[in-house]
């Protein structure tokens, strides 16, 4: 069994219809990352492309299949790289593969083939190195090595063929959030007088045939049936789904009313700016109903949009009095951010925080307070960036003993190390971090070490539990390694990360923090500026590396979205209602 499993997810032109959307498919990616599975990404052309690059070639009357195919496999090619350019941007560690690479044979017609062969070890490799690997759908190559399609909407056939080569799950995402009996709009329903359409939670491969044609390409189905390959239909973001498979046709329940969840922001520096900004992609989910600063008459930066300076405050109170059904702790520090957390868990608020030092000093007593009011605390955040490492290591856990870990926490001091060794002095280099955000509102919690200790500590809660007690074997930051030491190691192919580590003994665990010499081409010698990187071992001897940018406003971001996206889930599932009809 994989340690962390394969999802094909297949974005279609009617999800990713413009640049825009791009960022939703990022969300999505890090939904599976966070399940502790690695993602193949396959995508079609963005929105109306495939449809704009027919019209170019009529203009030169009946098209040449071979050059027809080449010009539509453009408009696939772009979408992998803005993928990739926008997961690389939410600090997601990404590879891409072209057809080519992909090894995607077919047979049959240049335009609609029939994919035969495709290189899965490669892929496999490229999963080994990057959790997500983004490839183009309905583009192959036929024998003679020309390019090829799998026709209208192959994309579907694409994802499908790369999850039974694979022996992956899969999940194709479209406009709606499963197959419904017919067209689900509510307009179309009333003009016939109608009930409103329902949507099948799940449906026989025979089944599907005859009513999925609109949603799936037929081709894809068939091919599914064949193979007796399950597979999902769902909406980007959304629980709901329809399950493809050997299951009986059955209707879900009818879906309760949309629920948008009230926040309160605390916090609107590096990380609180970029939050509340991507917020505002999801105005039917959440609604932000105050904002705490320290200064509500500072500027901030204009690309975050205007402010309503109605939500801005500075007075603690009223934010837990906003109305808020949840809040986001993103002010840093211990005393008023406990304070704040403490009071909101009491009031039965949910509590998402970044705040590793809250976490770590008070997160016992906070816990408890959550439990005794039913609230949840939820801070993915607090460790590694973009990399879910505490979901991670919590879903490995569950089913195999972890021996240990290691790997590069703290983003601050790798990318300062990494400016030392270009010859910056140790000013200049933590000038350099604090402009790009990394740095704690202390620097010095960096460079000392604390702010990996915190993180160490986090990732063995989540690996051996709560209880165990930590015995520091050495606690060092870089605060005091001279430049003469960056030297010597690169002198000798090596260079200087700071490493934590922490392991099982017989009597509790052992913890070791300290800058180290590495060799410049090993798995931490390669982790450059503000990357993390996490090897964590199971007891039977596995290894499994998680890698990503660990700082930073889109990295965190991306976390407090992620916690924040679950919440809104568990919110959208406990308000449905239970009933089934079979079909
Ligand atoms: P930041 O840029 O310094 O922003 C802090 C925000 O909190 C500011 O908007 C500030 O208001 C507000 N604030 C601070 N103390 C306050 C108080 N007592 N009352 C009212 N408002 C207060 O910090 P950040 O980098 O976004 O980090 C926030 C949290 O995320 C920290 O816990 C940090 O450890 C964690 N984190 C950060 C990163 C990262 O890469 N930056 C990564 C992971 C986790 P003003 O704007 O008015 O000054
Ligand atoms: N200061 C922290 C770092 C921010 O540099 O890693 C991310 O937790």
Same mark, same amino acid.
């Given at each position: 069994v994989s340690l962390r499993p394969i999802s094909v997810l297949k974005f279609g032109s009617s999800v990713l219809a413009g640049r825009r959307d791009l960022k939703h498919a990022v969300h999505e990616i890090y939904r599976e990352l966070r399940e502790a599975r690695r993602v193949v990404a396959v995508v079609s052309a963005l929105g109306r492309t495939t449809d704009r690059l027919l019209g170019?070639?009529?203009?030169?009357?009946?098209s040449e299949p071979a050059a027809l195919a080449l010009l539509l496999s453009t408009g696939e090619s772009r979408a992998v790289a803005l993928l990739a350019l926008a997961l690389q941007r939410a600090g997601i560690s990404t590879s891409i593969l072209d057809p080519e690479q992909l090894g995607l044979r077919t047979h049959g017609s240049l335009l609609d083939g029939e994919p035969f062969a495709l290189d899965a070890a490669l892929i496999r490799r490229e999963l080994e190195l990057s959790s997500v +690997?983004?490839?183009?759908?309905?583009? /192959?190559?036929?024998?003679?090595?020309a390019t090829s399609l799998l026709g209208r909407g192959g994309s579907d056939l694409s994802a499908l063929f790369l999850a039974h080569r694979l022996g992956a799950s899969c999940r194709l995402l479209k406009d709606v959030d499963g197959v419904y009996e017919r067209d689900p709009a509510p307009d179309r329903a009333a003009a016939c007088a109608l009930p409103r359409a329902r949507r099948y939670a799940t449906l026989a491969w025979d089944d599907a045939l005859a009513v999925g044609g609109a949603v799936v390409q037929t081709k894809a189905l068939r091919f599914a049936r064949e193979h007796a390959l399950e597979f999902e239909v769902g909406r980007v973001g959304a629980a709901a789904h329809t399950r493809i498979g050997s299951e009986a046709t059955r209707f879900a329940p009818a879906d309760g009313p949309p629920r948008r969840l009230r926040l309160a922001l605390l916090g609107l520096g590096t990380v609180g700016l970029g939050v509340h900004r991507e917020l505002q992609r999801f105005p039917e989910r959440f609604e932000v109903a105050s904002i705490l600063v320290r200064?509500?008459?500072?500027r901030r930066a204009s690309a975050f949009g205007e402010l309503d300076p109605e939500l801005a405050t500075q007075d603690p109170a009223a934010v837990l009095d906003s /109305?808020?059904?949840a809040i986001v702790e993103l002010l840093g520090g211990v005393s008023t951010a406990a304070d704040l957390v403490g009071r909101a868990l009491e009031r039965g608020l949910d509590v998402v925080t970044a705040n590793?030092?809250?976490?770590?000093?008070?997160?016992?007593?906070?816990?408890a307070v959550a439990s005794r009011s039913g609230s949840l605390l939820l801070h993915s955040a607090t460790v590694g960036g973009a990399v879910p490492v505490l979901e991670t290591v919590r879903h490995l856990a569950a089913t195999r003993p972890i021996a240990g870990f290691e790997g590069i926490v703290n983003s601050t001091t790798n990318f300062v190390l990494e400016w030392l060794s270009e010859g910056d002095d140790l000013e200049t280099a933590v000038g350099r971090a604090r402009w790009r955000g990394y740095?704690?509102?202390?620097?010095?919690?960096?460079?000392?070490?604390?702010?990996?200790?915190?993180?160490?500590?986090?990732?063995?809660?989540?690996?051996?539990?709560g209880g165990v007690a930590v015995r520091w074997l050495e606690r060092r930051g870089i605060? /005091?390694?001279?430049? /003469?030491?960056?030297?010597?190691a690169g002198a000798s192919g090596e260079t200087i990360r700071l490493v934590a580590s922490c392991a099982r003994a017989t009597w509790g665990l052992e913890a070791r923090l300290a800058p180290r010499r590495v060799p410049c081409s090993s798995l931490l010698g390669r982790t450059r500026g503000v990357e993390n990187c996490f090897a964590i071992r199971t007891h039977d001897g596995e290894t499994l590396v998680l890698r990503g940018k660990g700082a930073g406003r889109w990295p965190t971001t991306e976390? +407090?979205?992620?916690?924040?996206?679950?919440?809104?889930?568990?919110?959208?599932?406990?308000?449905?209602? +239970?009933?089934?009809v079979a079909r």
């Open positions: 170019e070639a009529r203009h030169f009357g009946e +690997v983004v490839v183009p759908g309905f583009v /192959g190559r036929d024998s003679s090595g200064d509500r008459f500072k /109305g808020c059904e590793k030092q809250l976490v770590v000093e008070r997160g016992a007593a906070l816990e740095c704690e509102a202390d620097p010095r919690l960096d460079l000392d070490g604390t702010d990996a200790a915190h993180k160490l500590e986090l990732v063995a809660r989540a690996a051996f539990g605060d /005091g390694l001279c430049a /003469g030491e960056l030297q010597s976390a +407090v979205l992620g916690d924040l996206l679950e919440l809104s889930r568990l919110r959208q599932s406990s308000a449905a209602p +239970v009933e089934e």
